[in-house]
């Protein structure tokens, strides 16, 4: 037979595994509604339903930037993103970032409108880790 603290202890380790249990599910949940991760052109090519699940939601591309592929117009850029086995055209209307160049590394966010053809609404560019700003360089420089 069980007393009555033994009882109360059984019932606070129950409930407090229970609000952890809750806790965890709510913030990975949360986790994975929020992270948007990219993909590259042969995950796309091989994903059979990309188009509609991207119809709702946004999208990221990444790849390379091709060389000679870059092509300015007026306030649109179009350019494309490869992983030396598959392409995607990308075409944008904006500013690109500072590091965004050929055979550099890019990230597209925005939606399909075929397999081949990605409208995007923001660039992002990737650099390596011996990545230095301009400004620290001019510093270094100086030293």
């Known amino acids: 037979m069980l007393t009555r603290k033994v009882k109360n202890r059984l019932l606070s380790i129950f409930v407090f595994i229970f609000f952890l249990i ?19 052109p042969s995950e796309v090519f091989s994903s059979v339903d990309i188009l509609e699940k991207n ?17 300015v117009d007026d306030n649109e850029i179009k ?5 030396f086995k598959n392409e995607i055209l990308v075409s944008y209307k904006g500013t690109v970032p500072n590091l965004f160049s050929e055979e ?4 597209a966010e925005g939606k399909f409108s075929d397999k ?28």
């Open 22 to 40: 809750f806790l965890v599910y709510f913030i990975l949940s949360s986790l994975n509604k929020n992270i948007l991760y990219f993909k590259t």
């Open 55 to 71: 119809k709702s939601q946004s999208l990221r591309v990444g790849g390379m930037v091709k060389k000679g592929s870059i092509n």
């Open 79 to 83: 350019f494309v993103i490869t992983d």
């Open 104 to 107: 550099k590394g890019v990230i």
């Open 116 to 143: 081949k053809f990605f409208l995007a609404d923001r660039i992002l560019a990737k650099h390596d880790e011996n990545y230095i700003p301009p400004e620290l360089k001019e510093i270094k420089k100086n030293d």
